[in-house]
């Protein structure tokens, strides 16, 4: 994070609008359920290289790298997110691709193509 060519700057204040500070790099924050922790969408035009996907810590400002991909959204319960990555299609074409990813290590998993998903309140839908 931090890159020249970084777009945006996410901040935390309060809801009285006191107490603003910078907290991170980076477009498209999304709080936990939980707000404890800022889904956070790293875009640079410098590089040139896909979008990425970090979880910032508020409370101690650490960054965790999720890998590439972009529209991040939590799931429900907090525990894992759902995000978009661009991949290959059939006859090497592009596409746009959903994924779901367990945050206590697990690998992302593919759900569908060209698609949105919008979670039920408890997790058990899409």
């Known amino acids: 994070m931090g890159s020249t060519g970084v777009k945006g700057q996410i901040a935390v204040v309060n809801a009285d609008g ?3 500070r910078q907290v991170s790099e980076g477009t498209n924050p999304r709080w936990s359920p ?17 979008p ?7 409370a101690s400002g650490d960054l965790t790298d999720l890998g590439q991909g972009f529209n991040p959204r939590w799931l429900p319960d907090g525990e894992g997110i759902s995000f978009h990555r ?5 006859g090497g074409a592009l596409s746009d691709a959903l994924f779901t990813m367990s945050l206590d290590g697990g690998e992302p998993v593919e759900l569908a193509r060209e698609t949105e998903a919008v979670w039920s309140p408890d997790g058990s839908a899409v």
């Open 34 to 50: 939980d707000g404890s922790r800022i889904l956070i969408e790293e875009v640079d035009d410098v590089t040139s290289e896909p």
């Open 86 to 90: 661009v991949v290959e299609a059939e």
């Open 18 to 20: 006191t107490g603003e």
């Open 52 to 58: 990425s996907i970090y979880i910032l810590d508020v």
